[in-house]
């Protein structure tokens, strides 16, 4: 860096370098006021100054021609491949899924992972191979400050509380439906209020701190539903429904990644508008990031899938 005069760089700046470029490549005024928008006598003290900074007419008349002088004629290759360079730099990058390389950090809560993740993964072992995905376990209350830290690139889940500095954008709705065994407990194909409030409930954090949604809804109805048990997993639930005549309320979308095979009966809920909304939220530096944008494409198409999957329960 020592070599580099930089009170002598300062003096030019992008514009009198297009403009030069201009100059020496019409060797015209009027054609290089034509190409840069600009009048003649504008361009005329752009050349008088440029003489001045690079010390060499550049442009001598010959006739009615103007004539690139020898200090011109070497420097204008050089000058062509520094605004090639300088408006490579100012372009975006080609995004290339498939020469990705490192990981991206999507927080969700367990529910979602299963729900979510395994085509997730699929999909970008097609198109990203290089990409790990890195699915991480975070309260909701903790996403925010994670996402400013960089401590992860993205966030799904319910989100209420996170304030608007966030960008997020909505996934889909996913309804309540009431989970048991029927082995265990016989319920109505549908439940109204007063149906699901009778049987004892089992309980776990998901998507955020949405249980209170469900409260709620009793609590408009004058009814209260008993808790006999609560789990921090998920996949406690087809263990604690097998053993119990109990019932569980989760979002529909767990429906393809725990009721499947599990032996549990859905019966969907009267009140098809209790439901909660699952969001993809970042940081709104990466608004513009590639990766970004193409790591939510594949989740709206996913979430489009399981939407239509779920409409039929």
């Not at 760089?9 to 490549?25: E, Q």
Request: proline fraction near 6%; aromatic fraction near 4%.
């Amino acid at each position: 860096m020592d070599n580099i005069d930089v009170l002598r760089l300062r003096r030019l700046d992008l514009n009198s370098l297009a403009a030069l470029h201009a100059l020496l490549s019409t060797r015209s005024v009027s054609q290089s006021a034509e190409r840069l928008c600009l009048g003649q006598p504008a361009v005329s003290h752009i050349l008088k100054k440029l003489r001045q900074q690079c010390g060499d007419p550049l442009l001598c008349r010959y006739g009615r021609r103007l004539e690139r002088t020898p200090f011109a004629d070497a420097l204008l290759p050089r000058l062509e491949a520094w605004l090639q360079e300088a408006q490579r730099l100012l372009d975006a990058p080609v995004f290339d899924p498939a020469g990705l390389e490192g990981v991206y950090r999507l927080a969700m809560p367990d529910l979602l992972e299963a729900a979510l993740l395994p085509e997730l993964i699929a999909s970008l072992q097609t198109q990203a191979p290089g990409l790990r995905l890195e699915g991480m376990a975070m309260p909701a209350a903790a996403v925010e400050e994670a996402l400013a830290a960089g401590k992860i690139d993205g966030a799904i889940g319910h989100f209420p509380a996170l304030s608007g500095r966030l960008s997020r954008q909505l996934l889909f709705h996913s309804r309540f439906v009431c989970l048991h065994h029927p082995a265990r407990l016989t319920l109505p194909a549908r439940l109204d209020a007063q149906q699901l409030a009778e049987p004892p409930h089992v309980y776990t954090s998901y998507a955020g701190n949405s249980a209170s949604l469900v409260d709620d809804y009793l609590r408009g109805h004058g009814l209260e539903r008993r808790v006999i048990a609560s789990t921090a997993s998920l996949l406690a639930i087809p263990l604690l429904l097998a053993r119990l005549p109990a019932v569980a309320v989760l979002p529909d979308l767990i429906v393809e990644a725990l009721g499947s095979g599990a032996g549990l009966r859905i019966s969907p809920l009267d009140d098809a508008g209790l439901s909660i909304a699952v969001e993809h939220v970042w940081h709104p530096r990466g608004d513009s990031d590639a990766l970004r944008l193409f790591i939510h494409r594949l989740l709206w198409e996913q979430t489009r899938r399981l939407a239509a999957v779920l409409v039929k329960i």
